[in-house]
T-cell receptor, first 116, second 114 residues
């Protein structure tokens, strides 16, 4: 059983299009995250949700809109895609967002987005 | 903003060699984690270090947290081709809860040649 799954794995699209990435976790975790990994492999947090509530919203263009229909799912919708949005997007989950000592974050396999 | 600087960025070695990867910051962290990411996959946690000066061993991998909790190192003994991957350090800020936010280093791409 895959703990954190994402779809699609690859996404190739034209500039200006709107696209969505879906994420599901079956670990029973309360907290889910979206990360962006650029071409230099730098991993940066974009958003986190705890039990459907937005906790972290980093400086991300408002073309990116996360949605959490329930605590096991976190989707990412991107409007008006730009060339600079090309990256690998990772979903992750952890048992909670409120910790002093870092908890284990479980990552999905990533969605490779290429904007042409 | 807390920053974590990892070095080296790239490491290409022969099987059997030893290596050390460093993760440094001017900020204090409550804990520091090391993740390993294989091509086409997401990062997977290797270890979490919490106490200043702490040393943890995972088979041929030795992790150390600096006394001041501002830096960490990962040492691999007798590297094997299966160790090839991207190694990421990630820190949780000190001084309270981190609200789930980890700061990641830029990563070290390790290639071990047979």
């Amino acid at each position: 059983d895959t703990a954190v799954s994402q779809t699609p794995k690859y996404l190739v699209t034209q500039m200006g299009n709107d696209k969505s990435i879906k994420c599901e976790q079956n670990l029973g975790h309360d907290t889910m995250y979206w990360y962006k990994q650029d071409s230099k492999k730098f991993l940066k947090i974009m958003f986190s949700y705890n039990n459907k509530e937005l906790i972290i919203n980093e400086t991300v263009p408002n073309r990116f809109s996360p949605k959490s229909p329930d605590k096991a799912h976190l989707n990412l919708h991107i409007n008006s895609l730009e060339l600079g949005d090309s990256a690998v997007y990772f979903c992750a989950s952890s048992s909670s967002w409120y910790f002093v000592v870092a908890e284990t974050q479980y990552f999905g396999p990533g969605t490779r987005l290429l904007v042409l | 903003t807390q920053l974590l600087e990892q070095s080296p960025q790239f490491l290409s070695i022969q099987e059997g060699e030893n290596l050390t990867v460093y993760c440094n910051s001017s900020s204090v962290f409550s804990s520091l984690q090391w993740y390993r990411q294989e091509p086409g996959e997401g990062p997977v946690l290797l270890v979490t270090v919490v106490t200043g000066g702490e040393v943890k061993k995972l088979k041929r991998l030795t992790f150390q947290f600096g006394d001041a909790r501002k830096d960490s190192s990962l040492h691999i003994t007798a590297a094997q081709p299966g160790d090839t991957g991207l190694y990421l350090c990630a820190g949780a800020p000190a001084g309270g809860t981190s609200y789930g936010k980890l700061t990641f280093g830029q990563g070290t791409i390790l290639t071990v040649h047979p």
